[in-house]
């Protein structure tokens, strides 16, 4: 539940296939209604995990492990 | 705009890590009926989809010295508050668990030297794991012998009639349908609570509504944290090499017959010597050559280069609140807890296989897979001599009006907004890792407020939200636990490190907490270790606790 990660989708690529729908443990990711591609619709929850981009069939999904808030999260101590 | 799904099974299982899978797969060699329920999707989410390090295993082909020197280890490094009864078992069983997972496909790896198994942190043996761990492999197994798996449903609630267990309640994140399970015996495989991950503590939450009891949840499990800048596949490589400087380059002493860091960096910057930094300058290129060998069994992930030098700093860390450690008490060895018709396994069973602290990392994944085997047994024995449930249809319209009753609302406080508050109030090192009687009640008050003002009126605005207000709802539970067992627990111990009570306390303290539900408050009490299972109380306390804490 902690924004750690911005993600985005190739939508060239996707296929609107839905497993990384399915598989994102924090429910991020819908498919849109209209272009029936992946959206990262809650990328405020992303905690990073990868699993969405390692489970991608197409290898749509890109990662940039740079925090996209302000502050990184709050953590034990800094 | 949600209808409701009635699903009849005799065995219902909820939470599809491999705890849940084991549970699900042993009822359904039974003949039952089984339902296997996810918020998320079974094999794929949540700590055993994350756990990719290593299993644990005891070849049973060593002779019972080797097994009673594990025990040993265990009950000295988890400071004599581990269940012996339980670490056994789990020793025992681990060797048939792994080759059952291995015959189902799971990604088991070599390790770095070229052998299967791996003695990273002797006595104890483990088997490493690939990128994708053994949750898939689980899922396969549960689908092809007939469980029914039932994906993106959020369980809110067990279901009680005349005191026994006799199902839950929950609504499906793609529909908002309701879903009412009825069912036999229900076994609660949901895992555990942290900060960082999306396990959210639904299990100890749901049977602390249904009255069980909890036990040992002061116990912490810390993961410190790099720089969220750098790729994350460094973590595996620091599994293997962990050194570290605080801010004047001095190393960092931390256990080194442990794989896992303990409170030791915590201890630094309470000293004021943070930062902390991974020292990559002083790897050897034998530690390199590790490091890339132990990325590289990730499927080759290498997005991070360890040969890149440089000090990274460190955050504090994410921790958590492992089974191995604490979680619903069980009454007997086939999971059952005090509830008729309710059964717990892996990180939301109170095995506390491990004791005060987690020695290596594999007890997590062979303990999950060990207890939700045995609950799997336990349930179908229940199931087959149970009556069919009998349903309270007014509690069902109250439940129902509870779980959407966030999507109503339409005003009051957002869950994200109170999931940062809580991080504000526990994550500081100060309260969770240092902790000190003064501040945990301050915390407690906060988190009391939280409770009792915000929780009840926090709204959501789809279903995606609905889920975080569910979420939330148990964290703020879990929270409340681990702050009245860390008060009560007035002494120091593995784990839990009382800066105004800094030595262990034996015997008073060779006990165990736990924790019910009395009439809207959380009761404690202690439970005290048979005698048998205490340490040589003649012998000095330096010998008793080789490892000191600050202040003792
Ligand atoms: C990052 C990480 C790395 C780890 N590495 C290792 C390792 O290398 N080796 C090791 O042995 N151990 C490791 N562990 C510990 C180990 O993963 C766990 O002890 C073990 O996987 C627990 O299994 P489980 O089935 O009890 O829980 P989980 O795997 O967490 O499964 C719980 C399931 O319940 C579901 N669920 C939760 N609440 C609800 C609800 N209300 N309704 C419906 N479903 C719900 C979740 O979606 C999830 O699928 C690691 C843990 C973490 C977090
Ligand atoms: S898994 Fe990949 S291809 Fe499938 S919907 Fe997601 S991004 Fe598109
Ligand atoms: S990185 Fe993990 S949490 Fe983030 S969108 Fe992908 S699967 Fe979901």
């Not at chain 1, 991608?56 to 808030?69: E, L």
């Not at chain 2, 960092?252 to 991974?278: C, M, N, Q, T």
Request: aromatic content about 10%; some cysteine.
């Amino acid at each position: 539940m902690i924004g750690l990660c911005s993600n985005w989708i190739n939508h060239n690529l996707c296929t609107g296939c839905g497993t990384c729908v399915k598989i994102c443990p924090a429910d991020v990711i819908r498919i849109d209604e209209n272009t029936k591609r992946a959206i990262i619709k809650y990328s405020e929850d992303c905690f990073g995990c990868q699993l969405c981009k390692v489970h991608c069939p197409q290898g749509a999904i890109q990662m940039t492990p740079k925090r996209h808030m302000m502050y990184p999260p709050p953590l034990g101590w800094r | 705009m949600s209808t409701t799904k009635t699903v009849n099974c005799d065995v219902l299982v909820i939470g599809g890590g491999v705890a849940g899978c084991f549970a699900a797969v042993r009822a359904r060699e039974r003949g039952l009926n089984v339902v296997l329920v996810d918020k998320s999707y079974v094999g794929y989410s949540y700590a055993t989809r994350f756990a990719t390090l290593n299993f644990l295993v005891f070849n049973p082909n060593e002779d019972e010295g080797a097994l009673n020197t594990c025990l040993k280890a265990v009950a000295l490094r988890g400071e004599y508050i581990n269940d012996p009864e339980w670490t056994e078992i789990v020793l025992r069983e681990s060797w048939d668990r792994y080759q059952e997972l291995a015959s189902w496909g799971a990604d088991f790896c070599r390790s770095e030297n070229g052998s299967m198994f791996a003695r990273d942190v002797p006595p104890f043996t483990t088997v490493r794991l690939g990128l994708k761990g053994v949750g898939p492999a689980c899922r396969e197994r549960a689908e092809t012998i007939g469980v029914k798996i039932l994906d993106r449903i959020m369980i809110t609630d067990l279901l009680k009639s005349g005191g026994e267990v006799i199902g839950a309640i929950g609504f499906s994140l793609d529909t908002g349908d309701c879903y009412v399970f009825r069912a036999k015996a229900t076994v609660l495989a949901t895992g555990l609570c942290s900060f960082y991950m999306r396990n959210t503590g639904n299990g100890d939450a749901l049977a602390y509504k249904a009255g069980a009891t909890i036990t040992s949840r002061e116990f912490i499990f810390v993961w410190p944290w790099h720089d969220p800048n750098l790729d994350m596949s460094l973590a595996a490589a620091r599994c293997v090499y962990m050194k570290f400087i605080d801010a004047e380059g001095l190393p960092v002493k931390h256990d080194p017959r442990s794989e896992i860091i303990d409170l030791s960096l915590e201890f630094l910057v309470h000293e004021g010597r943070a930062p902390i930094y991974w020292d990559l300058d002083s790897a050897t290129p034998e530690d390199v050559e590790r490091m890339k060998k132990r990325m590289l069994s990730h499927d080759g992930y290498m997005g991070f280069d360890p040969n890149r030098g440089g000090k990274i700093r460190m955050f504090g860390g994410a921790w958590m609140l492992l089974n191995s450690m604490g979680g619903a008490w069980l009454i007997n060895k086939k999971c059952a807890t005090e509830i008729p018709g309710l059964y717990a396994a892996g990180d939301c069973a109170g095995t506390r296989t491990v004791g005060a602290f987690h020695i290596v990392s594999g007890f997590g994944l062979a303990s999950a897979a060990v207890t939700g085997a045995r609950a799997g047994i336990g349930a179908a024995e229940y199931a087959a001599k149970a009556d069919k449930p009998d349903i309270d249809e007014e509690e069902l319209i109250n439940l129902k009006e509870g779980i959407y009753a966030p999507l109503k609302r339409g005003k009051g406080f957002e869950p994200r907004w109170v999931l940062e508050i809580i991080n504000s109030i526990m994550t500081p090192y100060y309260i969770y890792a240092v902790k000190h009687g003064d501040r945990l009640k301050a915390a407690l008050t906060f988190i009391e407020f939280i409770k009792d003002h915000i929780v009840p009126r926090m709204y959501a605005k789809d279903l995606h939200e609905l889920l975080l207000v569910h979420e939330i709802k148990n964290i703020v539970l879990n929270v409340e636990i681990f702050l009245r067992c860390s008060l009560f627990r007035t002494e120091s111990r593995g784990t839990h490190y009382r800066e105004d009570y800094p030595r262990r306390s034996d015997p008073e303290w060779l006990a165990w907490t736990k924790l019910r539900d009395d009439g809207g408050r959380m009761k404690l009490w202690r439970e005290p270790i048979p005698k048998k299972w205490w340490p040589d109380l003649s012998t000095a306390y330096e010998e008793r606790y080789p490892r000191r804490f600050p202040g003792e």
